[in-house]
């Protein structure tokens, strides 16, 4: 038991899909999906499909095996052969009678099985990092509105810039989980059966004929609720690395948010709270933003796993490559397994986050009206002259009071706009309330 | 200049669609796109947009420029600020008549034209890549049908396994490529314009309503030859990691081909070898495989670039962040700029490769048929048993000859199959015809 | 248990000493070895301190804990507060008669614990790689004495280049491991003792003075078998970085060998062998360098976990970052894992490594001699000219007789040298056999 | 001309020691230092190293060309062998005279003198990196006295922990930018001369013995102000990874202060602000941190450079790789192009940093003094017990005031502290201001 997740809080609870129990329940089914295609086709009995299906433990709607192995048995017995097919297979024939046991594995290779498992166990992955960030979405977009027109400081380089409002900021949050949850559902995710070489030999030997072995390819592949690939993948990564790509692409969305989070909880800023922070025993005063703080270190791994996987695929040489395809497994599961965590927290934390509008409002006002200057600039510089503006907030910026200095210039300059227009902050949003509707829309109408 | 190329060769002469001054050339067509979109709006007057075109050199039909600005002038004024935008702004400014000025840069803020320079620059980078990695492709599929039927060994863990074709190899390759093309080619490349905090609130103040100020981004979109954008994404940076990952797929794809082709030309196994062969001085027999060589240092540094893409991404904090954006630049133009050189040399390979058909079938012969071991395996075992078969495949590879052994087997047992049947592995390629004839028609049918 | 090791067959059995129940007696031992400095420097009660070793389970020679925590239990309680540390604090309290209860984690923050734990576990790790290692560079040496004149090809950019021995193969292999031995022993492994914000505020408070707490941090250091640190590094990371990158490095050694030993095994060259090769089910006939293929599985992982250590120290930002730190405990347990369980497998594979040295040399004589070219032009180009050598290499290079083309040579000009000589490898391998020895002797020297 | 630093701000102006007229420069330098070897045994005519140095240019004491070479023209010539240094050979020797000809290059591969070239560019880099981050160093080391006893608020999780002071910061910056200075201050930095299979059969056929073949190489490494190697590190590659750690190692220092600098210098926070904001055209008010943001863009794209070099390092197979060598150049110099920008602009950062004392310490103090509640804890507890210092927590935490809930308590139950004592944060920072001494004893000790 090397990880049961002591050093990685952001998963502990909400990675059972990826863990090896998962992956050794695929495995089986994959090798159930191989046997039950040959029935599909007409090759095996009925009865070594059956037969397998109860030997093995494949009892459920989904095929999902209750095959009662032990991961750790299998783990080590995988070490020699360098991969957990090889005694797999051995394991499983013996559970077979023997006039059923040709049919399990049957022309195909461990990579068959591996691939096609791995396809499974991300499916059921992504079911569930898709639930969580499209409800996160929801909760963020439904805030969004309540918060439409609270007006915030945007802040660029760390500093105060122009008005905001709350509203889109939590706006901005939801289309970039929702945007990342679309494209894992769009991801592709197909089996794989190419027999050790990629070309389907075996099967070809096996079934008579090249239009059967494809039809035992399409049989599989449906047995194992995957898209059949156009041609085997063995050494065409793509779709390993297009998952991982959109894996981390949904962490880099939840890792935005979560920064935006523990800056804007900060002792200084205080807009934003966990729901329920995270507490400190030697100091009570403390409300840490736990959650945004582990999803951040997701966020932080993430990126140089997905690496890890496109160096896999470009280093996947000959027919099955000497290292490359061995390096892409626990890599895959560690980015489902942030991706679980991460999306589970982001889902939380939208849901009980502490929005302080008031205090945003007052931290907006800091600077007496000057977060407006790029305003006054556009309103006034034609009217004024350049110069006049400049003198205004330099001035403003030194302490004199701004609306004074304003007001000043309007009335010198008999010019027809009020003070407290142009230093409103609501009056320089933007179409922010736009973008806030448009993503109320677009979930709407999800 | 402190890069000219001399450290990458592999991008050496390809890469002018991403050099600094194609950056500055692309920042100055966003800055007239800008007042041309002001322009398109019936806000500036058509002599300030045409003076803007004549006085800082936007002149071809692409609206690219031809400013004639000094890149390391410009590199040099952009340290105070940290962007180049903001000293370009000034000599842009400086070129233009007094009445006009108002309409440079008005109302934006570096990143938009930045970001909608960076799409600029990328959207004709890919045009390159993509030609390059189609014209591979078909060079591929072109001489994959020349090798249709000739038998080859396919490799898995460095060891024959069973046999191939090089029909189905090259096939292999050229789907990678063309899928990594097809990637790219769907890509959404979108402009940016969002104002300082992404509210779009200048371009209301100087429009006077939400709409135009969407007019606004809808025409500088156009002019920018871009998609629109659905909402700002200065700080959802998905546009940029999306960009970078079908960039390291590509490269990925590109890395695939490049090591089979070095492996391949191995002194011992010599079944490719490149047209031109790069010399050595002290060793004028050897004929590197110097483009592989190339593509695969291209397709060993792509996967951490990207990496760091997403990193930036995750840490898009605020409404720009304190540091990653500037970390994109650099990094994007880099995977541009190895997408660019490696494609090149990857259609170049594709073109010239010589194989060695006679070769691979020789590497083949090397194990005197017990290749097809898994042949025997899959016909004799229901036949004459499992002990029989191992028996055979032992005998043989502690050096007996496998035809007699097998041809023993055959008449003990009465078996209606023949020796030359059973080891001849062009009957043991499975769907590889297939596969190769299916690539074909997917290449014309494009 | 999410991870068994499964997924991870390169450390299967090989990575007890970084499981989740090590960290969380290394957590405990830290505890400990706080209760025990403060009785060092006299303030706790030896009552408590035996009691804490009673109660908690830190029994053996080590103060490791045999504390009988439930891993799953620390690790669901971590959750909350974002960190192990948190729960098991209470955990161990809960343990203790109330009268000392006090003694346990005071003063100290999570990091001080979790921080000087993970060097403990990396301390106990370390011990096993570099014995491994070492082993493996014996054996390796030791072979190299063996072959230190069998000759072999040196390979460029995947060509023949020159001669070279296997000795200086095999020597070179064993200084790499021995170079990265090294540096990992010289690691210094500093204990964490700074309080909540770095200051040993808490420990001055507590024990009435700066000069006793640092007698406090010391004691602690003492305790934990650690390096005392010359100040808190709770956010100057290289403690870990360090580490990393020699952890990194050590498996970038055994990339290297694996890297040479999965080529040198190819069915066409067939330099080496395993010494029991993985099989295949399937295809009986084959020999995987299973070994080698899982330590380069290792190795191509480990760099990019090493940098996202480094992206945590560059983020360290505050006086305890807001996701960074939380994000090296799994890399780093990922990152001795690897070391772990790759450094087993370089020892076993230097042990049982079958070299062939005939098939070496015939690899070699492949080019019928044109292996000399370099040779053949230091010394006859003087004598004869450059043409003349070049038109010799050019036609042995289209197939003429190599040999009968120098004789001629060598007739011709009356060049008192013979082809035997000038065409004997062995006679044209520099130093190798100095490496050779001196490796010898450096590693008997140790 | 692809990069003149438009894209890199962080390091325009200050990259002048890699740019790749440095790298020729060294090339010529490392070619010269062989023929200048050849001189130092005694095999090249004094003529022909005299020569070489008039005629390719090597002009200055430091043995440094002044060549003419054109890099563009080089650049170009070293596509078709893939390094550079192929056609460099040939431009030199065809400005040598014919009798000297044979002196270039003698012997050599191009590995041998990239390798060197590399070598003496980094070790130039280095002085200038090192010389500024020592200065940087002294500049904190001198502020952190004039702060030493400021208070400040020690940020975990980013929420106030603790008091803390300016100094000590301060000194932690400085400590780990000197640590990082002094790593790289100690690196090997080894001249390569292996000849085409690292065994120096070249050499030894050229001299005559391997004892002046190692002479030769000894003098080289002389030549070229390098160390000289062990053995040839030709596919050995730490010391091109511990260089590259090193300087990752320096910009994850530079990073983490940037990263605080970024952090404090929030418009909400504003204890720092850079000596000379970068300004904002559209938002006059604006000071940007913006030396700090271009320190991290660096922070955050080196850690992954870095790692390149590794994986560089562990596919370094056969006796030259068919990639990995070549992706490692321009790696290595974008690693120290970044470390000479970051460090020139942290030593400006340092210098002319204002730091705002007053600021620090009303932050701190908004929090009405609970910030010190763990000192509370400690000092309370075990007078009045833990329930009712936590109700003094929890109501001050709700709004009451601290110093009255704190005086009844003391009141109440007789003891003799003060609160003022209590709650006074400078009487609750360690040992803060002893490591702020020991960072300036360490300092000058120097």
Known sequence: ???????????????????????????????????????????????AVDTFAHACGVADRDGRSASGLDVGQVADAAVA???????????????????????VHRGATSQDILDSAIMMVARDALTQVCASLTEAAEHLTQRAHTHRDDVAAARTLTQHAVPTTIGLRLTTWARGLQHAADRLAALELPAQLGGAGGTLASFVEITGSADRAQDLASAF??????????????????????????????????????????????????????????????MPQKQNPTEAVLIRSAALRAPNL???????SAFAVDERPDGAWHAEWPTLRDLLRLALGASWHVSNLARHLRVDAERAAMNLARSGGLVLSERLSLVLKPLIGADAVTAIVTAASAGDDLRSLVQDALTRHNIDRTVDDLLDPAAYTGIAAELVDRGRDTEESR
Chains 1, 2, 3, 4 share one sequence.
Do not use: Q
Not at 14 to 31: I, K, M, R, T
Not at 245 to 267: H, Q
């Open 1 to 47: 038991m090397i990880d049961e997740g002591l050093l990685a809080p952001v998963a502990r609870g909400h990675d059972g899909p990826v863990a090896d129990s998962a992956f050794l329940d695929a495995l089986v089914s994959a090798e159930y999906g191989l046997v039950a295609a040959y029935g599909d086709i007409g090759l095996a009995p009925a009865d």
């Open 81 to 103: 052969g360098g991969n957990p097919v090889i005694p797999l297979v051995g394991m499983l024939r013996e559970r077979m009678p023997r006039e059923h046991r040709v049919w």
């Open 221 to 282: 592949a449906a047995r194992a609720g995957a898209v059949e690939a156009v041609a085997p993948w063995h050494v065409t990564r793509w779709p390993v690395t297009e998952l991982g790509d959109a894996l981390v692409a949904a962490l880099d969305a939840m890792g935005k948010l979560a920064g935006d989070i523990t800056t804007l909880s900060r002792t200084e800023i205080a807009e934003v709270a966990e729901g329920s922070g995270g507490g400190s025993s030697a």
């Open 306 to 312: 997905s690496a890890t996987l496109h160096l896999a």
